[in-house]
Structure formats: C-alpha cells, structure tokens
C-alpha cells in the first residue's frame, strides 16, 4: 500500500468507529442516497478551519472555492516546531474527481513539497519528491500533503457518483465508504446538521470525516490531534 497521505495520518479514529461491531457492518449503511451533495457555488465562498493539539490551537486552513471547480487552500500547523506549510490548487470535474492539482510549500519535517496531479488526453501523471507516474484517467489522486477540507469532500461526493460504490485510487487501490452517524451540533446560538463518514483504503484503518449538509468538510475531531471549522471548535467535544 501507498503510504497513506499526510493529512490521513493525523486524523484519529473517531468513538463511533471504535464502537463499530466490524468493518462488514457499515459497508451496509451506505447508499448514494445517504450522502450530502457536494454543491457548486453560485459566487466564491471560503471556509475557515481551526487545527487544534491537545487543546490548542496549532494551526489553520483556509479552503476557497470558485464557481468552476476549481478550489485553492492553503494550511499550516505548529508541533513542537515541526509542521507543514502547504498552498494546493486543485480543479475537480463533475464527477468529484481531480483533473489537476498543484502543491507547494513544506511538510512536517520542513522538507520542501512541490507535488503535482494532471489529466490530459486520457492520461493522468503525477510527479512529486518521492514517486512518479502515469496511468489512464478514471482514478482518484489523493496529495500526499494535501489540504484535507477538498479533498475529502470531494472523496465522499465522488462515492455518490460511482457505479459500485468504490473509488480507484491512484497510483494503486481503492477505497469504500461507510456512513456512521450524523447529528446536530450547535455553537453560540448556532445549529449545523453533520454527518460521518469512514473511507476505508487510504491507511490501514479507517479515516473519518464529518461533513455539512453542502457536502462541504466540517471536522475531523480528535481529543489529540483535530480540524474543525472556525467558530465550531466546540463541536470537537461532541463529535
């Protein structure tokens, strides 16, 4: 297996998964009927998020999302003086997969990132400090440091569009999807309607997300290590 991408590592086991009689169990709570649709913005919107180490704040991620797919961040966070630095561009089509990503900064160790994703006439190449390759289109490239607000997003959409309800990575495997839960969670005065998911096939155990009713990334709680949307950094307790 591929080592699984930066932003996968960090993000803990959520307690509905540790719960979780077997992996067998939630593959039967999925349908594409069961998924939030990732929505198209009519006028450019940008989402805030709080990266959050045991308790504090460490960090930041700002995702920017345009009218035609196309969608920039940039994050960074502090531990203990290691951290990653990271500015993405990425271009989605309309079946939630990326057709072009761009990524640069540094990572974790401060080594430098210069990673890149293409689909041209058929072919998808990617090239970064540690692999490159191409292949036919029809896969879904997850950056190795990439912003984790799009990327999942997307990777949850693009199970709702698929035919069997798996996902082809690139360079190699696939990933599933599994709904756990969903709830209402509310924050000075405010309610927001999540829900979580787990992706089996980007580690080797699951990685959960929660995400808004838009589709959009909401969290990846954890008592440790989390990303959670600016001015719901309450919601870390609860989820």
Same mark, same amino acid.
């Given at each position: 297996?591929?080592?699984?991408?930066?932003?996968?590592?960090?993000?803990?086991?959520?307690?509905?998964?540790?719960?979780?009689?077997?992996?067998?169990?939630?593959?039967?709570?999925?349908?594409?009927?069961?998924?939030?649709?990732?929505?198209?913005?009519?006028?450019?919107?940008?989402?805030?998020?709080?990266?959050?180490?045991?308790?504090?704040?460490?960090?930041?991620?700002?995702?920017?999302?345009?009218?035609?797919?196309?969608?920039?961040?940039?994050?960074?966070?502090?531990?203990?003086?290691?951290?990653?630095?990271?500015?993405?561009?990425?271009?989605? !089509?309309? %079946?939630?997969? +990326? @057709?072009?990503?761009?990524?640069?900064?540094?990572?974790? *160790?401060? /080594?430098?990132?210069?990673?890149?994703?293409?689909?041209?006439?058929?072919?998808?190449?990617?090239?970064?400090?540690?692999?490159?390759?191409?292949?036919?289109?029809?896969?879904?490239?997850?950056?190795?440091?990439?912003?984790?607000?799009?990327?999942?997003?997307?990777?949850?959409?693009?199970?709702?569009?698929?035919?069997?309800?798996?996902?082809?990575?690139?360079?190699?495997?696939?990933?599933?999807?599994?709904?756990?839960?969903?709830?209402?969670?509310?924050?000075?005065?405010?309610?927001?309607?999540?829900?979580?998911?787990?992706?089996? !096939?980007? %580690?080797?155990? +699951? @990685?959960?997300?929660?995400?808004?009713?838009?589709?959009? *990334?909401? /969290?990846?709680?954890?008592?440790?290590?989390?990303?959670?949307?600016?001015?719901?950094?309450?919601?870390?307790?609860?989820?």
């Amino acid at each position: 297996m591929r080592q699984a991408p930066c932003h996968s590592r960090f993000m803990a086991e959520s307690p509905a998964m540790r719960t979780s009689c077997s992996l067998a169990c939630l593959f039967l709570l999925f349908s594409p009927s069961t998924l939030a649709v990732l929505t198209t913005p009519t006028s450019p919107e940008t989402l805030r998020y709080k990266i959050i180490s045991n308790g504090s704040v460490a960090g930041n991620e700002v995702d920017t999302y345009s009218t035609d797919g196309h969608v920039e961040s940039v994050f960074e966070f502090n531990d203990r003086g290691r951290g990653p630095k990271i500015r993405a561009a990425y271009v989605f !089509g309309q %079946d939630s997969v +990326p @057709t072009r990503a761009d990524v640069t900064g540094v990572d974790y *160790f401060k /080594a430098p990132v210069d990673e890149h994703f293409s689909v041209q006439v058929g072919m998808a190449r990617w090239t970064s400090s540690s692999e490159k390759g191409d292949k036919p289109a029809g896969a879904f490239y997850l950056i190795n440091n990439g912003a984790i607000g799009p990327e999942m997003a997307e990777l949850v959409a693009a199970f709702g569009k698929s035919k069997d309800g798996s996902i082809k990575l690139f360079p190699t495997g696939e990933a599933r999807l599994a709904r756990l839960a969903d709830t209402t969670v509310e924050s000075h005065g405010k309610k927001e309607h999540v829900t979580e998911f787990a992706i089996t !096939g980007l %580690d080797f155990t +699951p @990685t959960t997300v929660w995400l808004d009713d838009n589709g959009r *990334f909401f /969290a990846a709680p954890s008592k440790w290590f989390a990303w959670l949307r600016e001015g719901w950094e309450d919601a870390n307790q609860t989820l």
